[in-house]
């Protein structure tokens, strides 16, 4: 088998939000890959690369395996609550992929996912910026 390919996603997501974030896995020529059987499926939110799971999600709990080359990654309001509001710097302004980290960019978060597959090697199919963004308060009535 060939490596999986590993898919940069960043994300902004809203405060409160229910987020459901379908995964399509293909390996590094572009094929779908079948993950069906796969043993495991992680996803975890941190501070920061290496950092401690701010909301961790697995299969059977928060993740759901959908078509044969897809899975579904589930995150509910309460974890999207909890988060902190980013704040962007002006001097980011078309910044590249390698200039954005947590340093630079108050309160982003690092998310990741790793599949482990049906004969026991474990790959990283996703990994991103989390930006989380407040939402405008309700009128009074």
Known sequence: MTE???????????AGDDVRLLCTVKDDTGALVDVSG???IRWALAASVG???????TLGSGVSKGAPTQFYIDVDSA????????????QLRGATYDEIDRL??????????T?????????TVMSGRWFSRAVIPPTSP
């Open 4 to 14: 999986l390919k590993r898919d940069i996603q960043n994300l902004v997501v809203f």
């Open 51 to 57: 950092g401690t799971a701010l909301i961790e999600k």
């Open 38 to 40: 796969a043993l495991e």
């Open 115 to 123: 599949v482990t597959a049906a004969d026991g090697k474990k790959y």
């Open 104 to 113: 630079s960019i108050a309160n982003s978060y690092y998310h990741e996912c």
């Open 79 to 90: 974890d999207t609550a909890a988060l902190t509001n980013t704040v962007y710097w002006p």
